[in-house]
């Protein structure tokens, strides 16, 4: 167990790392550096026990990050939705770069990459040699290249460095901070529309927030130069169909699907890797998205 370390964590205001910061600062000091921007974020992540660090990754600011780190988790991202193919370069790719640089004297850092650098594949499963791709272009359409190239600056910097580097390739976090289920929840009560492959079942691997934060410390003890890569995922095969159709069994609510060749295309993933590291996820999907309503949406529950 991560215990007595000094471990700065990037994106804690955000979805993902936000739970992996309020675990470990039960037990270890923990930087969280973000811009705090809005109003109120630096008093929710100060409430975990973390202490809240301004900078900003794109501009290379790292503001009162000591140099001296024992870890280094870095969950960050720029997804501007918009083309700012720049802006986002900077921030994901160069800004990973710049932060191992600035925190080289750690033992080891995890890079939190995505799942959505790969190609969908017609048949079998993605291991972590499968062919990358553009695949989120629809949707976010600067995500997925510049995740690609935060991946080659992690993997470079990792070998000029020494530095031991973990690059997991995440697929899709939930939990009571929400996540893709939830959204989709969201479009059952407004009536809105959920977009699904063609090509479906659009199998996408849930891997629950009490799962991911118990890996941090394996994904640690992983880290390698060169970089380990590995895919970050439950060890279910679950897919938006099965599990919107669970939230309707649980709400009442009906998700009206829209077959589309722009929804994002299935990954159906090998997590051999993880799974021979780190064992099987232990929340069944079922009992994760069930917590997902109570702990967000109680009202929305059946009885
Ligand atoms: N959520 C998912 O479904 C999902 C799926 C697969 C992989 N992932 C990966 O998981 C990681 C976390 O994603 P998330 O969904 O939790 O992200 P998120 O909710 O969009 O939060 C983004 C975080 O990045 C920080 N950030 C953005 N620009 C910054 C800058 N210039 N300097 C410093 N910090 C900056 C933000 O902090 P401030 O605004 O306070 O600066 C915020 O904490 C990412 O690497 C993502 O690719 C996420």
């Given at each position: 167990m991560l215990e007595?370390?000094?471990?700065?964590?990037?994106?804690?205001?955000?979805q993902v790392a936000f739970p992996v910061a309020a675990e470990l600062a039960k037990r270890n000091r923990v930087l969280a550096l973000g811009r705090y921007g809005r109003e109120g974020d630096r008093k929710r992540v100060a409430a975990l026990g973390a202490e809240p660090v301004v900078g900003d990754l794109a501009a290379g600011e790292f503001g009162e990050v000591p140099d001296r780190l024992d870890y280094v988790l870095h969950f960050a991202v720029a997804k501007s939705g918009d083309d700012d193919f720049d802006g986002d370069l900077a921030m994901n790719a160069e800004g990973a770069g710049l932060l191992m640089q600035h925190c080289r004297k750690a033992k080891a850092f995890l890079h939190c990459s995505t799942t959505g650098v790969y190609r969908a594949k017609s048949e079998g499963r993605i291991d972590e040699a499968s062919p990358l791709a553009d695949h989120?272009?629809?949707?976010?359409?600067?995500?997925?290249?510049?995740?690609?190239?935060?991946?080659?600056?992690?993997?470079?910097?990792?070998r000029q460095l020494e530095l031991p580097t973990t690059i997991a390739r995440l697929a899709?976090?939930?939990g009571s901070a929400g996540g893709w289920p939830w959204f989709h929840l969201m479009m059952m009560k407004g009536g809105v529309p959920i977009p699904i492959h063609p090509s479906g079942p659009n199998y996408f691997p849930l891997l629950h927030e009490d799962d991911y934060v118990s890996h941090i410390e394996a994904l640690l003890g992983l880290a390698s130069v060169p970089a380990t890569i590995v895919n970050w995922a439950g060890s279910e095969d679950t897919s938006v169909e099965e599990w919107c159709r669970y939230l309707s069994e649980l709400t009442g609510l009906e998700p009206r699907f829209e077959a589309s060749e722009t929804a994002l295309e299935p990954l159906l993933l090998d997590t051999s890797r993880l799974q021979s590291q780190v064992g099987p996820s232990k929340v069944h999907w079922k009992e994760g998205i069930r917590g997902l309503v109570a702990a967000r949406n109680p009202e929305l529950l059946k009885g």
């Open positions: 007595n370390q000094t471990i700065l964590v990037t994106g804690v205001t955000g989120h272009r629809h949707m976010l359409s600067t995500y997925s290249i510049c995740k690609i190239a935060a991946e080659a600056v992690v993997r470079t910097t990792a899709v976090p939930y």
